[in-house]
C-alpha cells in the first residue's frame, strides 16, 4: 500500500530554517510527481510547491517562491521541502502528496495520496 512518512517539523522563530522530509513506500516513487500542502486555520489548504517525477521541473506559490526549495532523491525514494527565512505565517500542517502523473503544471496539482502530515510553528 502507498505509505507517506513525514518528518522534521517544529518550533522556530521568525527567519529560522527547517528541513521537511517524507519517505515514500508502495509505489514507483521515481514515476510520480510529488507535492507539499500546508493547510492553517482560516486559509484552508494551499499547494505550495510541486517536483515532477526526474526533479527537474518545480513549481512554487508565490507564498514560498525564494524561500522553500522542493527537492527528491529518487534512490532514497524520499521528497524534501526546505524552508528558509520562516515568517509566522508559514504556521500550518505541513503534507507531502502523491500527483496522479509524472509532470506538474503551473495551475493544477492532482493528488491520490497524503502523508499523516507534520506541524510547523514559527512564532517567538
Known amino acids: 500500500q502507498v505509505q507517506l512518512v513525514e518528518s522534521g517539523g517544529g518550533l522556530v522563530e521568525p527567519g529560522g530554517s527547517l528541513r521537511l522530509s517524507c519517505a515514500a513506500s508502495?509505489?514507483?516513487?521515481?514515476?510520480?510527481?510529488m507535492s507539499w500542502v500546508r493547510q492553517s486555520p482560516g486559509k484552508g489548504f494551499e499547494w505550495i510547491s510541486d517536483?515532477?517525477?526526474?526533479?527537474?521541473?518545480?513549481y512554487y506559490a508565490d507564498s514560498v517562491k525564494g524561500r522553500f526549495t522542493i527537492s527528491r532523491d529518487n534512490a532514497k525514494n524520499t521528497l524534501y521541502l526546505q524552508m528558509n527565512s520562516l515568517k509566522p505565517e508559514d504556521t500550518a500542517e505541513y503534507y507531502c502528496a502523491k500527483q496522479l502523473s509524472w509532470s506538474i503544471t503551473t495551475h493544477y496539482h492532482p493528488t491520490d495520496y497524503w502523508g499523516q502530515g507534520t506541524q510547523v510553528t514559527v512564532s517567538s
Open positions: 517536483i515532477n517525477s526526474g526533479g527537474d521541473s518545480t
Open positions: 508502495g509505489f514507483t516513487f521515481s514515476g510520480y510527481a
